[in-house]
């Protein structure tokens, strides 16, 4: 009776994994940020199985891979709840509503692209995406300000500065924070290691 409940909790969870991912990507339009905004909302502030640091650097993750962001955070989100069923459960709830609606829509593409309703309806869809992803934006640089790192914030800032008016290449500003981030790393386990030393 004792291993039955650890996989029943299993199953519970990749069921509860499909159903959110299949509803977040049914209703959510205007891109992967969006969804993972939702992601956030539905895993770290409901149902607490993930915390807000833990999610920042799996939206990091999912960012700076290849790919569709939407099935990117999907995969990161599965693998860190249920391993490699995760994954699967979370792909397949995430990829099967737009598969479903892309291949309506496509069928009666002449008669959507020339309807009046439903081209304001998506003016104005894209204004509440764009509140959204400001609202990821703000999430994901309080989580860094919460960190009390000033390096950190300067990264933030010079990696804004670089995209927004540079306009240098995204993967590449990745890239170079990834690297900044692990020189700093090893720096600072350096430190530790020579304070360590000292002490003894």
């Not at 209703?27 to 199985?49: N, Q």
């Not at 099935?71 to 699967?88: C, E, S």
């Not at 692209?113 to 764009?130: D, P, T, W, Y």
């Amino acid at each position: 009776m004792e291993n039955e409940k650890p996989a029943q909790d299993k199953r519970a969870i990749l069921k509860k994994l499909f159903f959110s991912t299949l509803y977040l990507s049914t209703f959510t339009f205007g891109g992967g940020y969006v969804i993972v905004s939702l992601l956030k909302t539905k895993f770290v502030d409901e149902l607490h199985w993930i915390d807000e640091n833990e999610m920042l650097d799996l939206i990091a993750i999912a960012q700076s891979s290849p790919g569709a962001i939407a099935v990117n955070g999907a995969i990161v989100v599965g693998y860190k709840l249920a391993g490699m069923p995760g994954i699967f459960c979370a792909i397949l709830g995430a990829i099967l509503p737009p598969f479903v609606i892309i291949t309506v829509i496509s069928a009666f593409y002449t008669a959507f692209k020339e309807n009046f309703f439903i081209q304001n309806m998506l003016s104005g869809m894209r204004a509440g995406v764009g509140a959204v992803i400001i609202s990821v934006v703000y999430d994901m640089g309080r989580g860094v300000a919460k960190l009390r790192s000033s390096i950190l914030i300067m990264i933030m800032i010079a990696a804004f500065l670089a995209n927004y008016y540079f306009k240098i290449n995204v993967i590449l500003i990745i890239l170079l924070t990834a690297l900044i981030g692990a020189i700093r790393t090893v720096v600072s386990a350096k430190k530790e290691s020579a304070s360590d030393s000292n002490e003894i």
